[in-house]
């Protein structure tokens, strides 16, 4: 989805100080903000301190919001107008700290923003198999039946689903996983038909 827009801190929009010391990457002006009793409330667009350092890569001020001594003014399922959420961005940047410590504190794993597109299917698309593989040891039964429901017909635009992802960039475990959790091996590409079962037998990998 769209990210927060560059400078956006200067338009009015709800922003706070907050908000622009952790768009500009200022971690110690960030420090110096929540210990003088700065929140972390989220902008008009639903834009929160936390989804911001994410989006623009300062994982190490996505840390420093998820301490301990700031969890009471943390929104860490917080969503924007498209549905984009902490935990989605983390796992496609692949910050598996971040990943982590979001799931530590309660991150809901079977969120998806409004493309369908969930943390899972991010870490998938983007290469990240380790941060996938900790989403999926994470998850609990009912996240996984919500994942045999969806994820394998959460598609990129180019119509590839997170089981054809992980098959094409030979991700075997990850495969594996998501065909034990009952995704199926005979949805088609939208746009070529090839299934993930076709193509892993097109490379000797059944």
Do not use: C, E, S
């Given at each position: 989805g769209a990210?927060?827009?560059p400078r956006n801190t200067e338009i009015g929009n709800g922003a706070t100080a907050l908000h622009a010391a952790v768009e500009n990457g200022h971690l110690k002006a960030v420090?110096?903000?929540?210990d003088a009793g700065a929140s972390q409330l989220t902008s008009m667009q639903g834009a929160s301190p936390l989804l911001i350092s994410l989006q623009y890569r300062h994982p190490a001020i996505a840390l420093h919001l998820l301490r301990e001594s700031n969890l009471g003014k943390v929104h860490v399922n917080a969503q924007t107008a498209d549905g984009t959420f902490p935990l989605l961005v983390a796992a496609m940047?692949?910050?598996k700290r971040v990943v982590e410590r979001l799931l530590d504190i309660g991150a809901k794993t079977?969120?998806?923003?409004?493309?369908?597109e969930s943390a899972l299917s991010a870490a998938i698309h983007s290469g990240y198999v380790d941060v996938a593989q900790l989403l999926l040891d994470k998850s609990s039964t009912g996240v996984l039946q919500r994942y045999r429901k969806h994820v394998d017909t959460i598609r990129t635009q180019d119509g590839v689903t997170s089981l054809f992802a992980a098959v094409r960039?030979?991700?075997t475990n990850i495969?594996?996983?998501?065909?034990k959790r009952g995704v199926s091996v005979n949805e088609h590409h939208s746009k070529t038909g090839i299934t993930p079962l076709m193509l892993a037998a097109q490379r000797g990998k059944v």
């Open positions: 990210f927060y827009q420090r110096v903000l929540l940047h692949g910050y079977n969120m998806t923003d409004r493309r369908g960039r030979g991700f495969a594996k996983a998501l065909i």
